[in-house]
């Protein structure tokens, strides 16, 4: 018999105990031994519940009982869960975490101290809920260089763009009915505006290229200024807008990774991927794009990840996972200023003026998009490929000929 | 250094070798060993191969040389693919293989084999071709009970029923199209009359349910009596018809399995799955939908997942990942005649009869689906739920009234 704790008893670590209890059975045969929740810690109190004599309130207990080989950290945030994942791990003892927050900012330091002492540290939860993803870019395409991590890595924000998309809703309604239907928050920051999205490929990204990347760095841009008149002109192009998150490998070694709202042609693989649902594609030089796709969140689907990564905590005791990155270091990211895309671009102007002649002066040759109903002294088209910086400038003279960007969004070539 | 030997040199085989020779370096890193290949083993002469010297014609030099840890077999077919891999394991040697005939037909007895000498006999590339299938089914869904499995398993019959659907296409044209892509072989039957894909449900059933499934004893329908007819009549209903291979548990224990065709709605995770990708749905009790989907064939994809099993027996010589299952049962299957689903029915009948009520009066409350450009004297409709027996039986009422059943095929609900 295997002895777990579980650190949070949330909404994944409730379903973490749920599962445990409820599928004690198959959990056995899986893992070849049984599996204890000894302690449930968490600073609450929940009378009445089942489980209720295995809640404790003092983390040294887990700490200093050597039978807890394996600690499920679902607390959320960086403090305290940082500094209780570091110290079971000095302990010898494997963590397992749905915690992004957590892994995208000390990864390379947890996951050094876990090698150190030959314990495991797995986070399969952290990243696409109960899609799998961290095992399957670490293993089974083992055998492939990645060239491209390319996602729609948030269900709220998904969520709201589907409805904004389907059913012409504004973003304000859309995120009310995302609340009201409890996919998102009452401070919704993290998901709207691309944190929760950024700490997911910056995960992916440290994984895929051994060198860990940093949020704090990465250039997060969130959907909040999306509006129905950019829906419509993409779908007038042939698209949809999503909330992507993307990292690729440049030749110089150097990595070009942001999360930002992106037009994808309709034919794109992440394209269909609407609702809650997450989809992540990983473009291998060998196996080419593979598409992982399901619910991103909930409770269950975090949980049963969660349960996984003890099982596979518990079958290697003796060998641990080969998941590894090491440090980050400076100039690995590509500023994103130089990052080469095509933008679409919506833009006013004042009456008579010949708003196609005044892009193409700025922008070179650009390709209009014309959508029905469209309002009056508007335009869109889409730019040449360029760097950001080149946009930026050339967006500032057209600017000056008296033309107004309204919205500009990365086309996407997923 | 490990020594590994590849049996087969063609189209897998010699993708095997091109990796471990092109991807060296990052292969080593992540095995932890640098990967040697000391033998191919193929019947032919390979002159200027740059691996000239890597060629023999004699297996038992392989099998006698303890040298050789790990053994790749991409040489299709039961035998002597069998024989060889058997006499392997019993040796000591872990087997790493592509050849989902041998995984369908043999499988239980291999995996014993294998554990009983503690080795490893993996078999990702088996199904799927890149896409990781096997581990993830195995491993992420360890804290779910697998509800269904369900998949888009042949790449070839995806490309044949997308031109159908997309450009209009014969059956019998777009198959020679495929032909001449070099998709479909010149004897296509094991493709088109679902022989592939029912050995790969059969290998996903094994896993998922844990005991033997042998795919001679599964309902197999090909794609080859689809007609254009009814091709344009799912569209009228809003579906596509793809080939589905389908496993599910059912309440006493048994499972109910098959190969076929099967309408699914435009809004299905599969019916968005086209040209030769593969898309496999996984669904857990948990984790809800999870689909994976990627090319499901061809050279550098399959090797890449034969590349990466190879690596994983590397990393677990001494703990052996746990991929087991037991032999069958007689029983355990149900007849494909007590399978429950709703069917579409084209048929045609003599001027003047009343062919709703005659559809009626045989399978109860159908719906009728109309199209645009129907033929004179022809009706399709969709009937409710019944057994597959229940069907013939009521089927073979309705053609005693006149009318002519010219196809069924299955809803799907996936």
Same mark, same amino acid.
């Given at each position: ?240 807008? @999503?909330?992507? #998150?993307? $990292? +690729? ?10 999360? /930002?709202?992106? =037009?994808? &042609? ?94 193409? @002066?700025?922008? #070179?040759? $650009? +390709? ?10 508007? /335009?869109?088209? =889409?730019? &040449? ?30």
């Amino acid at each position: 018999m295997v002895s777990v704790a579980i650190m949070g008893y949330g909404v994944v670590g409730s379903g973490v105990a749920e599962i445990i209890v409820t599928h004690r059975e198959s959990l056995a045969k899986r893992a070849k031994e049984e599996i204890d929740i000894k302690y449930i810690l968490d600073i609450r109190d929940f009378p009445g519940n089942p489980l209720e004599e295995k809640f404790i309130k003092d983390f040294n207990i887990i700490l200093n009982d050597d039978d807890v080989r394996v600690v499920v950290e679902v607390m959320g945030g960086l403090h305290p869960a940082y500094d209780f994942v570091k110290q079971c791990l000095e302990r010898g003892k494997s963590v397992v975490t749905s915690n992004k927050e957590l892994v995208a900012a000390k990864g390379a330091e947890l996951l050094r101290i876990a090698q150190d002492k030959n314990v495991n540290f797995l986070f399969e939860a952290s990243v696409g809920g109960g899609i799998p993803i961290i095992r399957p870019m670490s293993q089974c395409l083992a055998a492939n260089d990645v060239v491209e991590v390319a996602g729609i890595l948030n269900g709220t924000t998904n969520f709201i763009l589907t409805k904004m998309i389907r059913d012409q809703m504004s973003f304000e309604d859309a995120l009310k009915l995302a609340q009201s239907l409890g996919y998102a928050e009452k401070d919704p920051t993290a998901d709207v505006e691309g944190l929760d999205a950024v700490r997911k490929i910056c995960i992916l990204a440290s994984l895929a290229y051994g060198k860990h990347v940093y949020p704090d760095n990465i250039h997060t841009e969130g959907i909040t200024k999306i509006t129905l008149a950019d829906v419509s002109y993409a779908a007038a192009w042939g698209g949809v807008i @999503k909330l992507i #998150g993307s $990292v +690729k490998k440049l030749g110089d070694g150097r990595i070009d990774i942001f999360v /930002a709202p992106m =037009v994808l &042609p309709n034919g794109s693989q992440l394209a269909g991927v609407d609702d809650v649902f997450n989809g992540i594609m990983v473009r291998g030089d060998s196996t080419g794009d593979v598409v992982f796709y399901g619910k991103g969140a909930g409770k269950m689907p975090t949980a049963s990840a969660v349960v996984a990564d003890v099982i596979d905590c518990i079958k290697h005791f003796k060998a641990r996972k080969y998941l590894f990155w090491a440090d980050g270091e400076d100039g690995y990211v590509l500023p994103y200023e130089e990052s080469v895309c095509s933008m679409y671009v919506r833009a006013s102007y004042s009456g008579g003026a010949d708003i196609k002649a005044e892009a193409e @002066k700025a922008f #070179g040759g $650009v +390709k209009m998009i014309a959508r029905a109903s469209s309002g009056e002294n508007e /335009a869109a088209f =889409v730019t &040449p490929e360029m760097t950001v910086k080149e946009f930026d400038e050339r967006a500032k003279s057209l600017e000056k000929a008296g033309v107004k960007i309204e919205s500009r969004i990365r086309m996407g070539d997923l």
